[in-house]
């Protein structure tokens, strides 16, 4: 089973440029979320989904886009990298009732 | 509303001693309540994880931790701590009609000294 899986695993952006994370769960999961995890501050809620067609944000959406076209997929964009961003993010899927969070290994992103 | 708070952002412990990390939660409806553990460089992986039911809860890797609602506590323990153990532990709170917004704690680092 691939589970959750992201790409790329590294990337270093210049400030003011744009990319997307990319996230794919082969497990038919209805849920699924983006993380940023910073040193001493845990991970950190971006956006999440509970469905095709249905997004939400966390606690800190600012300069991120999601969106969720089908089950399967859950991309992350930046739309003008700022040093701030520089982090390691995380994408999750959870199984139906939220008792469980899968989590993909994780995409390391540097802004300079 | 939720909230974790994980109490002690460092823990040394010698190899063979106790294990204890302390997690503190805040919910407004029955919580969801989870333990992971994280290696340098590596995602999280689940250690164990207290729904509904038994209140004490047993892990992988001989983790086990408590679910005290009049305390709003949710400690991991292990009896024998193991090199291997060295790691970052988070814990995190969720619940049946917040699913897709886990609150997750500033995590505790455990070092484990031969």
């Known amino acids: 089973n691939a589970g959750v899986t992201q790409t790329p695993k590294f990337q270093v952006l210049k400030t003011g440029q744009s990319m997307t994370l990319q996230c794919a769960q082969d497990m038919n999961h209805e849920y699924m979320s983006w993380y940023r995890q910073d040193p001493g501050m845990g991970l950190r809620l971006i956006h999440y989904s509970v469905g095709a067609g249905i997004t939400d944000q966390g606690e800190v959406p600012n300069g991120y886009n999601v969106s969720r076209s089908t089950t399967e997929d859950f991309p992350l964009r930046l739309l003008s990298a700022a040093p701030s961003q520089t982090s390691v993010y995380f994408c999750?899927?959870?199984?139906?009732?939220?008792?469980?969070?899968?989590f993909g290994e994780g995409s390391w992103l540097t802004v300079v | 509303a939720q909230s974790v708070t994980q109490l002690g952002s460092h823990v040394s412990v010698s190899e063979g001693a106790l294990v204890l990390l302390r997690c503190n939660y805040s919910s407004s409806v029955p919580p969801y309540l989870f333990w992971y553990v994280q290696y340098p460089n590596q995602g999280l992986q689940l250690l164990l994880k207290?729904?509904?039911?038994?209140?004490l809860v047993k892990g992988i890797n001989g983790f086990e931790a408590e679910f005290k609602k009049s305390e709003t506590s949710f400690h991991l323990t292990k009896p024998s701590a193991h090199m291997s153990d060295a790691a970052e532990y988070f814990c995190?709170?969720?619940?049946?009609?917040?699913?897709?917004?886990?609150?997750f704690g500033d995590g505790t680092t455990l070092t484990v000294k031969p």
């Open positions: 995190a709170v969720s619940s049946l009609t917040n699913a897709g917004k886990s609150t």
């Open positions: 207290y729904t509904t039911g038994a209140t």
């Open positions: 999750a899927s959870y199984e139906t009732g939220g008792n469980t969070i899968y």
